[in-house]
């Protein structure tokens, strides 16, 4: 499982890892018991039981949402007393079993990405601190060449930006030194990046600005625009420059402007009506149709108790 998800973490991969961290028998999983969930609910290891997986999925994709750890309390209804202590968050279970069990889930998200669109020193001083944050770096450099960026981890010398995987959890900065500054932020605009900069000065920046608006680009658009990008700091060197706009992205980023957690592709669930836990209904073994609706159950029990009176559960 480790060398697993450090192969997920490699590819920028966002997905969690769920350990059995307690358990009281009768249960499936065992203390150590580890499974790796990935962003559209696939399932690599082992959770436990029929109950307690589709269970730990759907907390473990809320997680990657919010990018939050949580401990799950798995467990028949008044068992234990984890109420008591703040970031568990109880399911109460309904298992023949009547096991228990704490799942820790740990979700593990890419690192933000930085686009730096430009050839200047303001860029290389940009990557070369985005990377001692271990952030991933990729340098866009129209009709530029690889090899003047050694310290990005990817170049692209075109200002197509649909294959480079911009999302809300991007960066994107403007340092082309008025070369092409107007295209690229158009360009820049066009995806759904999070932060959008642009190095120039205040007066370079306000005719940039003008120009997108006479173009027809939005207003709300426009107004998504760091323009100057970074913290005023008045007239310094690039270097101080690329510090001023990398505190100004760690500001954003932490005071929730953008999300912390990913996109995730939640499997369609159902809930068993007779026990009323989460069934997962692409996987499910036990279905019955009553009344052209099918009712899905985590298990043979249910679904035998609820053909044999439905009304009983229908209620």
Known sequence: ???????????????????????????????????????????????????AQPTVVQQALQALADGRCRVLFLGPAGDGDPEARDGVVRVPMACASEGSMEVFVEPVLPKPQVVVIGR?????????????????TVVVDDGGDAANHPGADRVVTSLDLSGVGVDERSFVVVATQGHY??????????????????????????????????????????????????????SVAHEEIAVAILAEMVATRAGGAMPAGVAVAAPETAI??????????????Y?????????????????????????????
């Open 1 to 51: 499982m480790l060398r697993e998800a450090a192969s997920l973490a490699r590819s920028g991969e966002p997905f969690v890892l769920a350990t059995v961290t307690w358990a009281r028998a009768p249960s499936s999983g065992k203390p150590g018991s580890t499974a790796l969930v990935t962003a559209d609910g696939r399932v690599r290891g082992w959770l436990g039981g029929a109950c």
């Open 120 to 136: 200047s020193p303001a860029v290389e001083s940009l990557v070369a601190l985005a990377g001692a944050l271990e952030w991933r």
């Open 181 to 234: 500054d107007e295209p690229a932020l158009e360009a820049a605009l066009a995806t759904s990046a999070g932060y959008v900069g642009l190095v120039a000065s205040a007066k370079r920046a306000a005719g940039v600005l003008e120009w997108l608006r006479s173009s027809g680009v939005s207003d709300e658009d426009v107004a998504r625009v760091h323009a100057p990008a970074g913290l005023d700091l008045g």
């Open 272 to 285: 068993d009506p007779v026990c009323q836990m989460t069934v997962e209904v692409a996987t499910a073994h």
């Open 287 to 315: 279905v019955t149709e009553h009344d052209g609706t099918p009712y899905y159950f985590c298990a043979a029990g249910c679904q035998r108790a609820f053909e044999n009176d439905p009304a009983a559960f229908l209620g």
